[in-house]
């Protein structure tokens, strides 16, 4: 069932690819999303073309790392806390949500202790949800400057959470939005970043998301089916 679902989101992506602009016929990376689902899911996911996977919560990626067997690329994809930011660097490839300076410093200090430079992306609260992390848009310019400054961090790009709205079409606007602020950061006069990545779209709504110029997609669900807990 995996490989079948799989294959179907594949081809959703590549689907929602024709319906871009040839300026954004750029290459779309599926992130499946493991948070809640079992090794064994993983592996046959891993085995069936998944190279990059993402996990909500440092604890059960480490536990994951140590029995999985196979080798990923790990992305954080749930908010992170500083006190958790030493074993995040450990673990993940690249951090999606980072949103603030103050979690921004912890990291880069956790990544310098071990002599890394870590991939990130800021996420931003476009939608201004109360419920939901990710940095305001009238303070992102502060926040990309900061962790431009600091040397063992390397900004990738930005990432954002669209509310889960019941009509998928009302996400549009943000999304379209979200893709307008990329364009802008990637003209900032950062001196280090090397500015790639806009990370938006879930399950329920990464069709219109790679349509508005999204080229990461996190996708769980529609892959593994509803999560056990």
């Known amino acids: 069932m995996i490989e ?98 103050h979690l921004a410093e912890a990291v880069n200090s956790a990544a310098a202790g071990i002599d890394k430079v870590q991939d990130v992306l800021v996420q931003v609260n476009l939608a201004r949800e109360e419920s939901k992390t990710g940095v305001d848009i009238d303070e992102l310019d502060e926040l990309l400057y900061r962790v431009d400054e600091l040397d063992n961090l390397r900004l990738r790009g930005l990432m954002l959470i669209a509310p889960n709205y019941e009509d998928v079409e009302d996400c549009r606007p943000l999304f379209r939005k979200m893709r307008e602020i990329f364009e802008k950061v990637k003209e900032m006069p950062l001196k280090t970043a090397n500015i790639e990545y806009l990370s938006m779209g879930m399950t329920h709504d ?11 997609v996190r996708v769980g669900t529609a892959i593994f089916g509803q999560r056990q807990y």
């Open 4 to 101: 079948e679902n799989i294959a179907a989101v594949r081809k959703n992506i590549n689907d929602s690819m024709a319906k871009r602009p040839d300026s954004l016929k750029d290459h779309v990376l599926l992130v499946g999303v493991t948070k809640n689902h079992d090794i064994y899911a993983m592996r046959e996911a891993i085995d069936t073309g998944i190279t990059h996977v993402g996990e909500n919560r440092v604890q059960e990626a480490k536990e994951k790392h140590e029995t999985l067997d196979r080798d990923v690329v790990w992305h954080l994809i749930g908010h992170l806390q500083t006190n958790k930011a030493k074993q995040a660097v450990k673990l993940f490839d690249m951090i999606h949500s980072i949103d603030s300076i």
């Open 206 to 216: 990464y069709k219109i998301a790679i349509e508005e110029g999204a080229n990461i």
